[in-house]
């Protein structure tokens, strides 16, 4: 592989957030195709991450530190790039359900998603359950993780699942869920398609649905 | 035996005549349940337009005089309210870190910025919005830092008078209006730019860290002056999955200012009680090393395995907690339930002492009755020596 990209790669495994951008620049400087860094050099440093965390040696903070890295390289790249090749794997709708404003782990998501080629449509906190039908709706994303802290609030999960079932979009949704109070079990009782603990998880998660597309 | 002393020789290692129990504090809906309703709701005056109004204008003006005498009232009736319900240990928290700025915001004053919200029981509440501090300029800027020596002061004055009403009858675990460093930490710049700051702002992370420390030092000294014999402190180095960062990191980082407060404790004949959220196995040793007496909470919807830790560090720490709030305590369980999961814990984690039996929080769902369950199962089965023997079908695998 090209050493420039090898380095990005580095870079990234190595969360170096002041180095990432210079190494970028030295790579387009040679000619190299921004998706090509993206996949070769970013996607690949994050897997390393991930694979990383997965293992013990790194850990949330890590995880996050990784995803700024990303942030400091990206508009170098996306100023070298086609507008239509930003979404790469599709677009994802991520929201903190109804009556819960815990929003770092699905913040850690998004970043994680947006890095490794996604597009996030953050909706925020506390969402009711129409609104992120309405935004699956006007996007065309179907892709929607939902997080929820709160024990008292799963049930805003079964609502946005049979609310997309009532607006015909259930059969092409997959709905993802994570957060503190969430498990298997409970993705099982609210009718979501599948539980993340973490962000590679859900990483994980939505990369096969995007692959099944 | 008294309370107290079940309390402080269990986290001695000492022979007690019974499993302790301790609240993890109680909120509004569970206080107001043990206590009865106040006439006029808070969340009735607080959507009231004149009320609004009010706040919107001189927020920043009335927190100490009305919002600051009424938490202390409500902090107050949290205390006696987990008396009432018969815990031997209970935690006491004094919180004066926060300045009202509007009907919907408030602020800490070491950064971050919280919603106040209705809690769905006709009370208020509030929850984490965001940073407050975002930059360099922000840090520098920030209006609300206290003047440590008087809010140590006033801390004095309220566990006084907290001491005095219930300081014979129960176990007080004093928390003073100082959160954990590397939380208030994590608040105050936001989790997703913590990392950054910490590499790319060590001098202000360490500045931040010493203030955050003089805060602690202060008010823990004030709440042992006044009579506290356990000091508790929550800062929550973990998620359900593991820690928030490195060990090696959260060591280097904080380690040193921990060490130095729970000496300060130490000297002066105090215990120390840590209460982090969250799977915090691989931090216990750095725990034990800053010198905490006991941890709590080990969280149930955490991968913590609370009866492994027992077996690996039940001999140098004391393990507080066990029982959970995300439907246990509810009033989704039946009471069967909450007795067996008592039962289970005692067997399990009563052998040897240094357990104390615990929610793992405090949440507005958990109903009293839930938590008088919970007590009167340690009184019936939690008498040393235990006589719970394994069920036939955990023994028979």
Known sequence: MNESILAVQKAIDELDIDGVSALVAKCLEEGLAPEIIIQEGISKGLEIVGRKFEEGEYFLADLIMAGEVVKEAMPLLKSHMNPDEASLRGKVILATVAGDIHEIGKNIVGMILSANGFEVIDLGVDVPAQKIIETAKATGARFIGLSALLTTMVGSIRDVAEMSAKAGLRDAMKIVIGGACTSEALCREMGADAYGETAIDALRIFTSYSKAA | MHPIERVLNTMEGKPVDRVPTFCAMVEDRTFNEVLGK????????????????????????????????ELNRALMKRIRAQVELGFDSIWAIHDETFTVLNHTTMVRFNGSVFNIQPDGYGNMTYMYRGPGIKSREDFEAWPYWPDADDVAHRTYNFFKKVVSNYGQRTCLFGQGPAYGIQESLLWAVGFEKMPV?????????????????????????????????????????????????????????FGPSYRRIIKAVHDRKGKYVLHSCGDNTLLVDAFISWGVDGLHAYETTSNVDIFHEKKIHGDKVTIIGGVGVDYLLTDRSKDEEVVDMVKKLIRELGPGGRFIIAPVHSLSSIPAR????????????????????????????
């Open chain 2, 38 to 69: 106040p006439l006029i709701s808070q969340e009735l005056l607080m959507t009231n337009p004149v009320a609004r109004f009010v706040v919107d204008r001189w927020g920043p003006l009335i927190t100490r005089p009305i919002f600051q005498t």
């Open chain 2, 197 to 253: 700051w910490i590499r790319r702002e060590k001098d202000l992370v360490k500045r931040y860290i010493d203030l955050n420390e003089e805060i602690c030092l202060k008010t823990n000294m004030a709440l042992l002056e006044a009579g506290v014999p356990v000091i508790i402190q929550t800062d929550d180095f973990a998620f359900k999955s593991g820690p928030i960062m490195n060990p090696k990191l959260i060591d280097e980082l």
């Open chain 2, 370 to 397: 839930k938590l008088e369950v919970m007590v009167n199962a340690v009184n019936r089965y939690g008498a040393y020596p235990l006589s719970l023997e394994t069920p036939p079908k955990e023994a028979a695998q």
